[in-house]
């Protein structure tokens, strides 16, 4: 007689963050889908007390990339379903959740692969520095691993929906915005690069993807609020100005 073994599993998983990461994206509209699409994007994750050892990331300049395990802090409290609409399929075909990669999951975590940039301590803080991020400002950070190419990149792997890359759109600037561009950049250098790469990926809703009317968009950038329009297939930006509240356009 087989006898069937039984594991006990447990109720709930007690997880602490390793610190938050701080990114230029003060909102979930225009934040980049998948990592990497927008690499003037650079992220800071600053680790709590207790996990701001300088051992935990000895050797860590060994490697190019990274995965970044996080929380979807934003979203997790509106819970989750078995059946979502991704982007990708135009916002209209349900897939199954967990054949996606949706925020509304039903624990709520995230990956990404992110490069490496620097690590560094300042003001009695330990902070990582990385560059490709999708990740929302203040996002909790779960773990840390590094990204082996032999390992995790496998070629020959299919994409299902997502097989492809999406497509670009062309980004200009306005007559109006250039001058603002031009101070802002003094603030933050990386800026147009930055609104460039992340207005190319459409940020739109799906189902506006191919529509073109007189709306005018927004987003938040750093403490920037950017404004543009599209026509003919390309992205226009008309206005970039201080904005003190970071709200979803």
């Not at 819970?79 to 916002?91: I, K």
């Not at 779960?142 to 190419?149: A, G, L, R």
């Amino acid at each position: 007689m087989t006898e069937s073994l039984t594991m006990s599993q447990p109720s709930s998983i007690n997880v602490c963050p390793l610190g938050i990461i701080r990114t230029p994206y003060l909102q979930k509209f225009a934040i980049p889908r998948q990592p990497n699409l927008v690499d003037a994007a650079r992220g800071e994750i600053i680790f709590d007390k207790g996990f701001d050892d300088p051992n935990m990331l000895r050797g860590i300049e060994q490697f190019s990339h990274l995965w970044l395990l996080f929380h979807f802090h934003q979203t997790i409290d509106q819970g989750w379903s078995p059946m979502v609409r991704p982007p990708r399929l135009g916002g209209n075909k349900k897939q199954g959740v967990l054949a996606t990669r949706s925020t509304f999951r039903p624990n709520g975590i995230g990956m990404s692969v992110v490069k490496y940039d620097a690590v560094e301590r300042k003001h009695g803080r330990l902070s990582l520095f990385v560059t490709g991020v999708d990740l929302l400002d203040e996002t909790p950070i779960i773990d840390i691993k590094p990204y082996v190419p032999w390992a995790d990149s496998i070629p020959q792997a299919s994409g299902g929906f997502a097989a492809e890359p999406p497509a670009i759109m062309q980004v200009y600037f306005t007559a109006q915005s250039m001058p603002q561009l031009t101070h802002w950049q003094g603030h933050y250098p990386q800026l147009r690069t930055l609104i460039e790469q992340v207005l190319a990926q459409d940020p739109r809703p799906a189902y506006k993807a191919k529509q073109e009317s007189e709306h005018e968009y927004g987003m938040s950038l750093f403490d920037l609020n950017i404004r543009w329009r599209v026509d003919n297939h390309a992205n226009y930006v008309t206005n970039i100005t201080h904005n003190k509240e970071h709200k979803d356009c």
